[in-house]
Each structure stands twice: as C-alpha cells, then as structure tokens.
Nanobody, 122 residues
C-alpha cells in the first residue's frame, strides 16, 4: 500500500513557474514508477510525466514536453514536477501516481494522491 500526498499547487500568471511535490509513505517508494497526471474541468484525466524507479529515465506528454521536468529523491520518498512557462491551458487538478510499471493510462494506475489545484491566469 502506498499513500501519496501532493503539495505546491496554487495560482500563477502565464509564463510563471510552480513546483509540485508528492510525498509517499512506506519503505518501498524506490520500487515504484512515479508519475503525474492532470484533469481540467470537463475533460478526461491525462498523462503529464513519469519517471522510472532510479530516476534515470523520464517520459512526458506532448503538451508539456520541454516545459515540465519530473524528478525524484528516493531518500526523501518524494517526486517533484517542475513546471515552467506555464500556460492557461495548464490549469487543472494535478495528481501524483504510483505504479509497479510505467503507466501513461489513468485507468491502469495503482495508487493516486488526492490532487492539488494549479491555476494559470492569462
């Protein structure tokens, strides 16, 4: 069982930056692929980014490639999402996710956090 708690969301103007954090419980954090998804009002939840167990490989959704960076600190049981050059269309609830394998489909995720709101104003 893994419990995930996100933090760092908030309001920012377009072009600004935010860093999200996700703290995981348990001793097996390093055995999970970690990821971020987001869901805007009226839209389906979509894949944002993922990172492998060691942090050596990362994957990104097309809409955030080059602007967002995912990283992890296994000693702190934490995964991060650095978001730069934010756009109004990035406005959504951002969810942390954990899975035993690489997962880019929301329906396949094993564990979810409660979500944190990110609002980008134009």
């Amino acid at each position: 069982q893994v419990q995930l708690v996100e933090s760092g969301g908030g309001w920012v103007q377009a072009g600004g930056s935010l860093r999200l954090s996700c703290a995981a419980s348990g001793r097996t954090f390093s055995s999970y692929f970690m990821g971020w998804f987001r869901q805007a009002p009226g839209k389906e939840r979509e894949f944002v980014a993922a990172i492998n167990r060691s942090g050596g490989s990362t994957w990104y959704g097309d809409s955030v490639q080059g602007r967002f960076t995912i990283s992890r600190d296994n000693a702190k049981n934490t995964v991060y999402l650095q978001m730069n050059s934010l756009k109004p269309e990035d406005t959504a609830v951002y969810y942390c996710a954990a899975d035993r394998v690489l997962t880019t489909r929301p329906g396949n995720v094993d564990y979810w956090g409660q979500g944190t709101q990110v609002t980008v104003s134009s």
